[in-house]
Nanobody, 114 residues
Framework: QVQVVESGGGLVQPGGSLRLSCAAS????????MAWYRQAPGKQRELVAS???????NYADSVKGRFTISRDNAKNTCYLQMNSLKPEDTAVYSC????????WGQGTQVTVSS
């Protein structure tokens, strides 16, 4: 069973940037479509960005042009660069495959507030 560990969250002012990291165990990482999901209080978890093993990316409309997903298969790591952050980006961010295949990690809290 693949396990993931997310890191890089924190408190940032509107307009700021953060870079999230997701370290995964298991060889299946390199052939999986990886994605970042987020869940805000009282809301359902939503897919924010995904990247196939070939590098094809997809983004939710709400983050297009601001977030960038990347991956390093040699390190079994996935990243999410978040720029121009808005208060509505506040959520717990988690990574997983598409479709969801791994046990969820604890996620990393991102809070955008002045």
């Amino acid at each position: 069973q693949v396990q993931v560990v997310e890191s890089g969250g924190g408190l940032v002012q509107p307009g700021g940037s953060l870079r999230l990291s997701c370290a995964a165990s298991g060889r299946i990482f390199s052939i999986s479509t990886m994605a970042w999901y987020r869940q805000a209080p009282g809301k359902q978890r939503e897919l924010v960005a995904s990247m196939t093993s070939f590098g094809i990316t997809n983004y939710a409309d709400s983050v297009k042009g601001r977030f960038t997903i990347s991956r390093d298969n040699a390190k079994n790591t996935c990243y999410l660069q978040m720029n121009s952050l808005k208060p509505e980006d506040t959520a717990v961010y988690s990574c997983n495959a598409v479709p969801v295949s791994f046990r969820w990690g604890q996620g990393t809290q991102v809070t955008v507030s002045s």
